[in-house]
């Protein structure tokens, strides 16, 4: 158990639902991020966030659109989204000191995505 | 941007055995972290050494920062060590964005 709670833990979905994938961390952390885990690649950040505001923000397309709440949750909405796109999608938190390149992460167990 | 290299790519070991991994980055940087992935996906946090040695029951890592490069050691190994085990580092400074190697796949067999 890291801490980091991810819901559901598997996915499917058609191209056309909206669905929504949820994080909670109980550590008391102050930063939340989405990476993105597909077969035969390395892991990819999707999001940050620091104190409920975007601090970095890759190149995502849109119709994957994050939202946090407060710095103990974390959501990523998905739409219309595309059978490439089915990959492990992983939360995770870390204390955030504001420089970011220091940051211990925490993992959640991830969301398996299938997308049909 | 920065580079991270992993070796081997597969292991194979018989339980019991040692191993040591390793992760070689290309430019200087503030944090190395080491994570294992078990087979059902989750990632968890072995090591966070930006230089030096740390050690956690039969694992232990080292951490030459003016040689980029970090081992990972796995003694006495057991059938639960098998899985992904990845390097990662800031991918620049200032950087919340982990830059991560392609990973270790680890096999323990009886």
């Known amino acids: 158990e890291t801490g980091v709670t991810q819901t559901p833990r598997h996915l499917v979905m058609g191209m056309t639902n909206k669905k929504s994938l949820k994080c909670e961390q109980h550590l008391g952390h102050n930063a939340m991020y989405w990476y993105k885990q597909s077969a035969k690649k390395p892991l990819e950040l999707m999001f940050v966030y620091s104190l409920e505001e975007r601090v970095e923000n890759n190149s995502v397309p849109s119709r994957f659109s994050p939202e946090c709440p407060n710095s103990s949750h974390l959501f990523l909405h998905l739409h219309t989204l595309q059978p490439e796109d089915s990959a492990l999608y992983l939360c995770?938190?870390?204390?955030?000191?504001?420089?970011?390149?220091?940051?211990?992460?925490?993992f959640g167990s991830g969301t398996q995505l299938s997308v049909l | 941007g920065i580079q991270v290299e992993q070796s081997p790519p597969d292991l194979i070991l018989q339980e019991g055995a040692n191993s040591t991994l390793r992760c070689n980055f290309s430019d200087s940087v503030n944090n190395l972290q080491w994570f294992h992935q078990n087979p059902w996906g989750q990632l968890i946090n072995l090591f966070y050494?930006?230089?030096g040695t740390k050690q956690n029951g039969r694992l232990s890592a080292t951490t030459v920062a003016t040689e980029r490069y970090s081992l990972l050691y796995i003694s006495s190994s057991q059938t639960t060590d098998s899985g992904v085990y990845f390097c990662?580092?800031?991918?620049?400074?200032?950087?919340?964005?982990?830059?991560f190697g392609k990973g270790t796949k680890l096999s323990v067999i009886p």
């Open positions: 990662a580092v800031p991918s620049g400074a200032g950087s919340y964005q982990l830059t």
């Open positions: 050494i930006p230089s």
């Open positions: 995770a938190s870390s204390q955030d000191s504001s420089r970011g390149d220091n940051e211990k992460l925490f």
